[in-house]
């Protein structure tokens, strides 16, 4: 007898592939806000690379907590069982918390940095 609780194989398939698409329009998404970050002017005004600096962290950051959850998004449509997508959420969340906390430090400490430069 087939466990009730098993996702069919067809309904897994569409969500790997709607994962991936989705990730694909991420990375498109990022990789033009990189480009445009790279040609805002910073010459010679030491606030606006410090602010640079600062907005460069925070979308490397959303990049970083995005990519993750994409991660966790493909080994959730994987999972076997409910006990699996339990212990994926569990590590996700952990990791998660972990790299916020060091994330919103360093966010911080950039921010100080920024606003104490002089022009």
Known sequence: MANPYEVPTEI??????????????????????????????????????????VASKAVTYAETNVSAAFDLAEKLVRAKDVQEVFALQS????????????????????????????S
């Open 91 to 118: 590590e996700y969340l952990k990791a998660q918390f972990e790299s916020l906390q060091s994330q919103t430090k360093e966010l911080g400490e950039a921010v100080v940095k920024a606003s104490s430069v002089k």
């Open 12 to 53: 897994r398939d569409f969500a790997e592939r709607s994962v991936h698409q989705a990730r694909k329009a991420f990375e498109g998404f990022i990789g033009a806000v990189h480009k445009t970050a790279e040609t805002v002017d910073t010459s010679g005004v030491s606030v606006q690379a410090g602010a640079k600096d």
